[in-house]
């Protein structure tokens, strides 16, 4: 089955820099790469998505790329704030047949320092 | 997008019993889905509940041990059964939706479960 790998497993940044977190996967047939805010207690929330038919995607401060041949996706947060202090999942849809049928990353916790 | 509630949102059970956990969605959608979230974990879809008939479960999840129903577009089950302590997580209702172009996954606000 598809294997979504992330990475790294924390990641510390000052208020203001620039945080990346990278994935890959395994299975060629996906073709939906979505990723997840988590703050603590809440709910996973979606903040931005791509497709494989896109190799980038930008929404204000975020955006992800997307390499289909290497089979890795970067999410990129530009000038942080403490507010974007969260655990990030990336995800996959594996077989590329349904947009519901998700694989995760194992999460990134991001801590910004005000 | 949809709002997708759950009940109970928290619970603490005893070891060997069940637990049925609701999710109410305000819209009728298609798909819905059931994923576990570990404690300090990622998440793990347990199954995609269809509508009418019998749900379809991941590898490594068992009717048995996690019945679900869909009666209807905007309804769902999800039991967990004969509890253990491993079974202490947090269940997450989910469904997609239609933005734009696109089908997108959306959360529920989640069951955190803790089994002694």
């Known amino acids: 089955g598809e294997n979504v790998e992330q990475h790294p497993s924390t990641l510390s940044v000052q208020e203001g820099d620039s945080a990346v977190i990278k994935c890959t996967y395994s299975?060629?047939?996906?073709?939906?790469f979505p990723w997840y805010k988590q703050e603590l207690g809440k709910r996973p929330q979606l903040i931005i998505d791509i497709r494989s038919n896109v190799g980038e995607k930008k929404d204000q401060r975020i955006a992800v790329t997307l390499n289909k041949t290497a089979k890795h996706f970067s999410l990129h947060i530009t000038e942080t704030q403490p507010e974007d202090s969260a655990v990030y999942f990336c995800a996959s849809n594996a077989g590329g047949t349904s947009y519901g049928k998700l694989t995760f990353g194992q999460g990134t916790i991001l801590t910004v320092h005000p | 997008s949809a709002v997708i509630s759950q009940k109970p949102s928290r619970d603490i059970c005893q070891r060997g019993t069940s637990l049925t956990i609701q999710c109410q969605v305000d819209s009728q959608v298609t798909m819905m889905f059931w994923y576990r979230q570990q404690p300090g974990q990622s998440l793990t879809l347990i199954a995609t509940?269809?509508?009418?008939?019998?749900?379809?479960?991941e590898s490594g999840f068992v009717i048995d041990k996690f019945p679900i129903s869909r009666p209807n577009l905007t309804f769902s089950t999800l039991t967990v059964s004969n509890m253990s302590p491993e079974d202490s997580s947090i269940y997450l209702c989910?469904?997609?939706?239609?933005?734009?172009?696109?089908?997108?996954?959306?959360f529920g606000s989640g069951t955190q479960l803790s089994v002694l």
């Open positions: 509940a269809n509508q009418g008939s019998e749900a379809t479960y």
């Open positions: 299975d060629s047939a996906s073709n939906y």
């Open positions: 989910s469904v997609t939706e239609r933005l734009a172009t696109n089908e997108k996954l959306f």
